[in-house]
């Protein structure tokens, strides 16, 4: 076979290897995307009513654009489309005892039995915000994937901002405050109209001090229950048909 028939044939394999790889990367940065839609349905809602973090308040709608906005605020994102929702404030007895709306949703969405159950959410978690001068060492946005709007955000400062409470003192008026059963644990409680907003500390064990901020989007949260309990009431009907059917 002559020596230019082989270079042809070593050339199109080269090709036709280097397609497969392109088709794959983009197949694959594509894919943490296929739950999103590429802009928001409809006009969006002015921000700076009700609680919001940088672009996410209740009435935002996870698009394409608004996650490259948040990556371009707060870093790379990890980004997940099934998760369980863990609701909790400080441990579930508080929880209960000082937001028993949000117990209750908890409850709804997790098994009696303490075992772990996974819903249709898009979670993105950021890690890197230090690195583009923002505060927070850790953010996880939970949005329902049906509406694409948050239910519940979770965001841990840095230590590089001792007056953060103080500044959401400045701008959301006097907190209600609330000390857990356990010496040093306590949260700031925010409301707005089927808003939560709260700062919490917990003291952990060897003395260190943590604080988290959670943010909780009532009606979202009630939307996405009740469309679970809609869920499951037509799979008990269709097993109770498939039933019938077998004898």
Do not use: C
């Not at 099934?82 to 209960?96: C, E, G, H, K, N």
């Not at 098994?111 to 923002?134: D, F, I, M, N």
């Not at 943010?215 to 008990?236: G, P, S, T």
């Amino acid at each position: 076979m002559p020596a230019s028939h082989n270079r042809k044939l070593l050339i199109g394999s080269l090709l036709a290897a280097a397609l497969i790889l392109i088709l794959t990367l983009a197949l694959a940065l594509t894919r943490s995307q296929r739950d999103i839609p590429r802009s928001a349905a409809g006009p969006a809602e002015p921000a700076g009513r009700g609680f919001n973090f940088f672009d996410v308040h209740a009435d935002t709608v996870l698009s394409r654009s608004l996650r490259q906005t948040l990556e371009d605020q707060l870093g790379q994102d990890a980004i997940s489309h099934r998760a369980p929702i863990d609701l909790t404030v400080i441990d579930l007895a508080f929880t209960q005892t000082t937001f028993p709306e949000i117990h209750r949703y908890h409850m709804a969405l997790n098994p009696a039995s303490g075992g772990r159950r996974e819903h249709a959410v898009t979670t993105l978690t950021y890690r890197r915000a230090p690195q583009k001068g923002v505060p927070f060492g850790y953010i996880k946005l939970v949005f329902a994937q049906d509406t694409g709007k948050p239910l519940y955000l979770v965001i841990e400062p840095t230590e590089d901002d001792p007056y953060l409470f103080e500044t959401l003192h400045a701008k959301h008026g006097p907190p209600a405050t609330v000390n857990a059963s356990r010496e040093g644990d306590a949260a700031l409680i925010w409301r707005q109209p089927d808003e939560i907003l709260t700062g919490v500390t917990i003291r952990r064990r060897g003395g260190r001090i943590d604080r988290q901020l959670r943010f909780y989007f009532m009606a979202n949260i009630r939307r996405l229950v009740e469309q679970e309990r809609e869920d499951a009431a037509k799979q008990r009907r269709q097993a109770d048909k498939a039933s019938r059917r077998a004898f």
